[in-house]
């Protein structure tokens, strides 16, 4: 899979979690400030990553991405 359509799949899984138009979320969208941090949101959206690719990320871990780019960089990493 590519750098690519990670961030596409990252960016429909921010949508879903965060309630928000994908059309509005991009690689340099930062999660916290135009997203949200309830941790509620952030764990449904580390399931679907957990899910989809196979990746683990600790909730405690996933507050310290401030990009979808940089969450991407790092599912990469761990696939």
Do not use: Y
């Amino acid at each position: 899979m590519s750098r690519e359509e990670v961030v596409a799949k990252l960016i429909e899984f921010a949508a879903m979690a965060f309630n928000k138009d994908a059309a509005g979320i991009t690689e340099s969208t930062n999660i916290a400030e135009e997203l949200g941090v309830a941790s509620s949101q952030r764990v449904a959206m580390s399931a679907s990553i957990e899910n989809d690719f196979d990746v683990m990320i600790p909730v405690a871990r996933f507050g310290k991405f401030e990009t979808i780019g940089a969450l991407a960089d790092f599912v990469m990493d761990e696939m």
